[in-house]
């Protein structure tokens, strides 16, 4: 009995050997997947259920997956458009919290945000990103 355990265990290493694995995405898909799960008990979003059955098998599918580097490509895309909705909040948040120290500008060549502290006069501010200096009177 203890082989036929120890034999199960090698099986399902060697099945999960060069698998993908769990990262980000696959989080937020389960959860997705189970926020449907609960959504569908509600009679009138009954069809609910096979969106979260089918994001489920998504998950499921990225995490077994032996193609890494398409999942790896899927995960960057999926923390870009992340990033990029969150950042703008945090950016409106971080605005406000530094209103009183700090001014907030964009570059004129690339179009990042700069942060300079307030009342220093006029400088002039180096992009760290392109190295376009901008004079700014803050
Ligand atoms: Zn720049």
């Not at 060697?14 to 799960?37: C, H, P, Q, W």
Request: hydrophobic share 40%; proline share 2%.
């Amino acid at each position: 009995m203890k082989n036929w355990f120890q034999r199960l265990g090698y099986r399902m290493a060697s099945f999960l050997y060069g698998r993908y694995g769990n990262d980000e995405l696959t989080k937020a898909l389960m959860i997705t997947s189970l926020v449907l799960l609960v959504l569908s008990w509600v009679p009138v979003l009954w069809f609910f259920y096979f969106l979260a059955l089918a994001v489920m098998i998504w998950s499921l599918f990225r995490s077994f997956s032996k193609n890494i580097f398409k999942r790896r490509r899927e995960l960057d895309r999926y923390l870009k458009i992340k990033n990029g909705f969150f950042g703008f909040f945090k950016l409106r948040r971080n605005k406000w919290r530094d209103r009183k120290t700090h001014t907030y500008f964009k570059c004129t060549k690339c179009k990042s945000v700069l942060r300079v502290p307030r009342g220093k006069g006029s400088i002039i501010v180096t992009c760290p990103k392109c190295g376009e200096r901008i004079e700014k009177n803050t």
